[in-house]
């Protein structure tokens, strides 16, 4: 039992360290510094810049963030203090069957009513051409996978909130929402960050849904609607070319090991948050 | 007994889900005098109590029957104006809950909730009200500290203060001093013997020597009725209900 | 305070509104997939294998990938308890379950827990490579296996932890053999073995990332673990890739397909907990 115990953790290990040592002839042909930041991503010719994709991570992710933070949080607002119990019995259960679904139907989902919608509804009015495949796609597609992880965060914490201290707050005149507004989201902001925190670690290694929506194309996006390439994309669309040209599977091994990287940092610092968290609460 | 009560109940029911927790209570609780209201666990105190700020309004399940006038107004008409009510009773909680900011702001809150902006007023605001709480001189040099690292005496004392500065008329404390140490909790009970002279103030105790303390007039509750009303002594030396002998029978020391 | 009023029923509506996006995403999308899968929705589709080719073929079904997803799910979450089970039971009886190393031990596998399952793939595909295994049924089930035992050990030591002391303590001091303490604990822990089960079944279905590479893909159904294996969820990526119309609209069948089967393990795994746990302590 210890072995496999020992095996089974030595595998975050073995992980980095198996990704590192693949990625290691891209790493000694150029600097992480280029790397990162070199946008020509000529394969064929031997270079390899992983900027377009590193910025396609990021604008997917922020999309998403930014769709999904204010959205959720409202609607924890609303669920733990305004809907009535009958209501709130219904509405938890739908949020956590997103959660249960796979990500492959969320980019179908995305090809057969966010395309079109971007396409011919939302793009015309700001840009002359779009095909609907876009980072916004992508970012839209995200934003709904991650919906149920940041509602149950945020719900969870604000129950802890006692109710004793909103009296303290309605006692004195204050309104519901001015009570959730300078009290509530008060107690309740660390426990918010590491739920975006966690959404966005979630978010940035999702691969297939966004894969379907976001165009694929070796760009660094420059609107909304322009086509992107984030990290996982890559790695997925191009696993069947890489034994075939040289140094391209150290290249996307180097992909998932950047990927690797960042959503362990990512885990560790909302697990940091999250500890300090407790601990505050526990005083 | 009372000229021009203050607050006025008026067969007040309260039932939450089945169970009934106050059954046509009617009474009028004299102005600017100390009212405690006593009785064993259980029986409606603090259902009582919150029942005259509407802080009961969110509980599930719950019906709110008869009137309860405050200057003459039905606080449960449904065309009041809730947060206006609220503004006008201070609450004071069996454990203190300051609010997560600094001594200053947990003061300032609701005042600025209200409408004051102007730095000049909430300094005089929170300045007058942390002397008349006692807490001034203890907490002058530290103000923007957060309001956790009070003691716990000091905390009680400053969610009164923070109570007070909304201008109420009417104090209510739910066993406000419960969670304190013995010291706290006589500056507390000295606190609203001086403040009777502003405020009609209406507390809730399970401590019989607290209320002879401190109070003018005692309210003795039991299964959600009310037993016994009257004059504090009347009431602990000389009842005149059975149930209110029972209850207060250790008392006599 | 007329300001605050409006101010207080705008941010009201606001967060209703906000409510029903959030929840009715889910209609929205089962619906959407609903609408556009039924029409392709025949028999076939979960009978045949796909005739005339995977990309092109007009006619056929997804039965190839059906069964292909259902070994891969299912030889990835036993061969995943067998390892799960030990180790969670590791860290709670042996290592009594609070100290320093069972905390880091768990940390570790929330940290496993959170790697996203292209990583999982990538990685599978290097083992497989390092070993010389082909794409095929066998490596889509290791590195599927991978990815779901932080989620079985998570579950299980959820599910372990909340077995109150006093339980053992109290059927031992009844005079009950260890063996007969361990069938009561066993009881209390089984409505959630089976969740965790269902979860982790459940998540091998629905993956792509970690398949993607490692299984291949077929028009037959594999008949032995070294050959390469089609999944549910690969099938309908490259359905959905292909030009040919009908080919389009089995993807939206079969999307219908899995995201049915998916959706009735997840409500099974949650009624499941509900009724098991009526004779438990809470």
Redesign the interface.
């Known amino acids: 039992m210890l072995i496999l115990t020992a095996l089974s953790v030595a595998i975050v290990l073995v992980i980095g360290i198996g990704l590192y040592i693949k990625s290691e002839p891209i790493l000694s042909k150029s600097s992480w510094g280029t790397l990162l930041t070199s946008s020509q991503w000529k394969p064929l010719k031997g270079l390899f810049g992983f900027f377009p994709f590193i910025m396609g991570t990021l604008w997917v992710t922020g999309i998403a963030i930014i769709i999904a933070l204010p959205l959720c949080l409202l609607t924890s607002f609303y669920i733990t203090e305004y809907a009535p119990n009958r209501l709130r019995r219904i509405l938890v259960p739908f949020v956590n069957l997103l959660s249960g679904i796979p990500p492959v139907i969320f980019g179908v989902w995305g090809v057969l009513f966010i395309i079109p919608l971007i396409q011919d509804h939302i793009a015309p009015h700001f840009v002359e051409f779009s095909t609907g495949y876009s980072v916004l796609a992508g970012g839209i597609v995200l934003a709904v996978m991650i919906f149920p992880l940041i509602v149950s965060i945020v719900c969870e914490v604000l129950n802890t909130i006692p109710q004793e201290l909103k009296n303290a707050s309605l006692a004195l005149g204050a309104t519901k929402w001015e009570t959730i507004r300078k009290v509530s989201l008060r107690k309740a902001k660390p426990g918010i960050i590491a739920a975006t925190v966690l959404a966005i670690s979630r978010a940035f290694g999702e691969t297939i849904a966004v894969l379907m929506v976001c165009g694929n194309s070796p760009d660094v996006p420059h609107s909304v609607f322009d086509a992107g390439y984030p990290l996982p994309a890559l790695i997925a669309n191009n696993y069947g070319e890489m034994l075939s040209i040289p140094m391209y599977d150290s290249a996307l091994m180097f992909a998932a090991l950047l990927l690797f990287l960042i959503i362990l940092l990512f885990n560790i610092i909302s697990r940091l948050v999250l500890a300090r968290l407790e601990r505050k609460l526990a005083l | 007994m009372t000229n021009n009560p203050h607050i006025s109940i008026q067969h007040l029911g309260v039932q939450i889900g089945n169970h009934e927790i106050l059954k046509d209570i009617t009474i009028n609780i004299p102005n600017k005098k100390v009212i405690s209201i006593i009785g064993p666990s259980g029986c409606g105190k603090t259902t009582l109590l919150k029942s005259l700020n509407r802080l009961l309004d969110d509980t599930p399940d719950i019906k709110v029957t008869g009137k309860v006038l405050v200057d003459g107004e039905d606080i449960y008409d449904p065309k009041a104006e809730v947060t206006h009510i609220r503004q006008k009773m201070g609450l004071l909680s069996q454990r203190p809950y300051p609010l997560p900011m600094s001594i200053y702001d947990n003061v300032a809150y609701g005042p600025r909730i209200h409408g004051t902006r102007k730095k000049v007023d909430l300094d005089e605001i929170v300045e007058t009200q942390l002397k008349a709480t006692g807490l001034w001189n203890e907490v002058k040099d530290r103000l923007h500290a957060p309001a956790t690292r009070l003691s716990i005496g000091q905390q009680q004392r400053l969610c009164l203060a923070r109570g007070l500065a909304v201008e109420p008329e009417i104090i209510l404390g739910d066993e406000s001093t419960s969670a304190l140490d013995p010291v706290s909790t006589s500056i507390i009970e000295d606190l609203f013997i001086r403040l009777k002279e502003k405020y009609t103030i209406v507390l809730v105790t399970h401590i019989l020597r607290q209320a002879r303390r401190v109070s003018d007039y005692i309210i003795f509750v039991y299964m959600g009725k009310i037993i016994e009303f009257g004059p504090t002594e009347e009431v602990l030396l000389s009842p005149k209900q059975e149930l209110t002998k029972d209850y207060v029978k250790g008392f006599i020391s | 305070?007329i300001r605050?009023?409006i101010?207080?029923n705008f941010?009201?509506i606001?967060?209703?509104?906000?409510?029903i996006?959030?929840?009715g995403?889910?209609?929205?999308?089962?619906g959407?997939?609903v609408y556009?899968g039924v029409p392709f929705m025949n028999w076939d589709m979960i009978t045949k294998t796909p005739g005339g080719g995977f990309y092109i073929g007009k006619e056929g079904g997804v039965v190839n990938a059906i069964i292909g997803s259902l070994y891969v799910a299912g030889g990835a979450t036993i061969l995943g308890l067998l390892?799960s089970i030990?180790?969670a039971?590791?860290?709670n009886m042996?290592l009594a379950g609070r100290n320093i190393i069972a905390n880091g031990?768990r940390?570790?596998?929330?940290?496993?827990f959170?790697?996203?399952?292209?990583?999982y793939?990538?990685?599978g595909?290097?083992?497989m490579v390092y070993f010389g295994i082909r794409a095929s049924l066998l490596g889509g089930i290791l590195a599927v296996t991978?990815l779901v035992?932080p989620i079985l050990?998570r579950t299980l030591d959820e599910v372990i932890r909340t077995v109150p002391k006093e339980l053992g303590d109290a059927s031992l001091s009844l005079g009950a053999t260890r063996w007969e303490m361990s069938k009561v604990i066993i009881r209390q822990i089984r409505p959630g073995v089976f969740t965790a089960i269902l979860l982790s079944f459940?998540r091998a279905?629905?993956?792509?990332?970690s398949v993607?590479?490692t299984a291949g893909f077929s028009d037959n159904i594999p008949t032995s673990l070294h050959q390469p294996a089609a999944t549910l969820?690969v099938a309908?990526?490259f359905q959905?890739g292909s030009p040919v119309a009908e080919v389009q609209g089995r993807?939206?069948a079969s999307?219908l397909l899995?995201?049915i089967i998916?959706?009735i393990?997840?409500?099974l795994s949650?009624v499941l907990a509900k009724r098991f746990s009526k004779n438990n302590i809470r």
């Open positions: 305070m605050r009023k101010e207080e941010f009201r606001l967060m209703v509104l906000a409510t996006v959030v929840a995403s889910f209609f929205l999308i089962v959407t997939i556009k390892i030990p180790v039971i590791y860290i042996y031990l940390i570790a596998f929330d940290v496993l959170g790697i996203p399952s292209i990583v793939g990538a990685f595909f290097l083992i991978l035992i050990v459940g279905m629905g993956d792509v990332a993607l590479f969820p309908i990526f959905l993807a939206y999307a899995l995201t998916v959706l393990i997840t409500v949650s």
